[in-house]
């Protein structure tokens, strides 16, 4: 079986699969003053609640974009499964062509992405990711990468307005039912929420017009169901894209 581990800055996402099927996922918060024991202790307590023994783990497929946490998941990888864990990153075969100034620079989770969604969905497409950062890359029809476009995460642009702004609170991330807040909490809830509808819709129909006319739009990362449900313009909504991604990558390299 394959342990594949997307490391993001906000949450870390866990899977395993079983040839193609997805046995198992799960997400921890990222914490980089964690030990490679502690992140161990975690999931070894996990593995037994879905059936699965550390002896089921014959290969390990790592994303990282949180660099000091890179060792701490190659060193738990060959502790704990006595594996060398696919670390992607240059020299590893992705399958995608990164058409990009300085390929080096674009994050390894967004690669997988890729490499998924091209495969599941085909090209053109655009990919969103609702992560720490919401990004959005464009895929052409023969699945290279060609660029894309970052803007703070949403949950980023909450968390500024609660610590910069005395007054306004903390508030839960979900759509209100009118855009006309009648309470610092709705109103918060409408800007947030329809304000990155809004800013979806609009990157969404510019890449559409460099990419050529209108191609697929896949939404993957922790609101992606939030936002897919305000708008037309996601045609589908994948939770585990990077996971299946590492799959793919893994299969790739043996």
């Known amino acids: 079986m394959l342990l594949a581990i997307d490391i993001g800055n906000t949450n870390i996402a866990i899977g395993v699969f079983e040839g193609e099927t997805l046995r198992a996922t799960w997400d921890v918060a990222t914490d980089i003053n964690k030990t490679a024991d502690e992140y161990a202790v975690l999931l070894l307590n996990l593995l037994p609640r879905e059936e699965l023994a550390p002896s089921d783990i014959s290969h390990v497929s790592i994303a990282c974009v949180v660099p000091p946490l890179l060792t701490i998941f190659e060193q738990l990888s060959h502790r704990y499964f006595d594996i060398s864990p696919l670390i992607v990153g240059p020299g590893v075969k992705t399958g995608v062509r990164i058409s990009t100034d300085n390929p080096r620079e674009v994050g390894a989770d967004r690669i997988v992405n890729s490499a ?12 969103i990711d609702f992560g720490t950062a919401t990004t959005f890359d464009a895929i052409s029809k023969e699945g290279d990468y060609l660029g894309g476009a970052i803007a ?51 990157l969404v129909t510019r890449f559409q017009r460099e990419l050529g006319g209108k191609v697929q739009v896949i939404a993957t990362g922790g609101l992606a169901n939030t936002i897919a449900k305000e708008t037309k313009v996601v045609d589908a909504v994948d939770m585990h894209l990077t996971l299946i991604g590492l799959r793919l990558v893994h299969e790739l390299n043996l």
């Not at 998924?116 to 969905?121: F, K, N, P, V, W």
């Not at 307005?161 to 918060?188: C, D, H």
């Open 116 to 127: 998924a969604a091209h495969h599941l969905y085909g090209g053109p497409l655009i990919v």
């Open 152 to 202: 703070p995460g949403i949950g980023i642009a909450a968390e500024a307005l609660f610590e910069r702004a005395s007054k306004l609170p903390r508030v839960e991330l979900v759509a209100p039912q009118y855009a006309i807040g009648k309470n610092s909490v709705t109103a918060m809830q409408s800007g947030i929420i329809f304000g990155y509808v809004g800013l979806i819709e609009s």
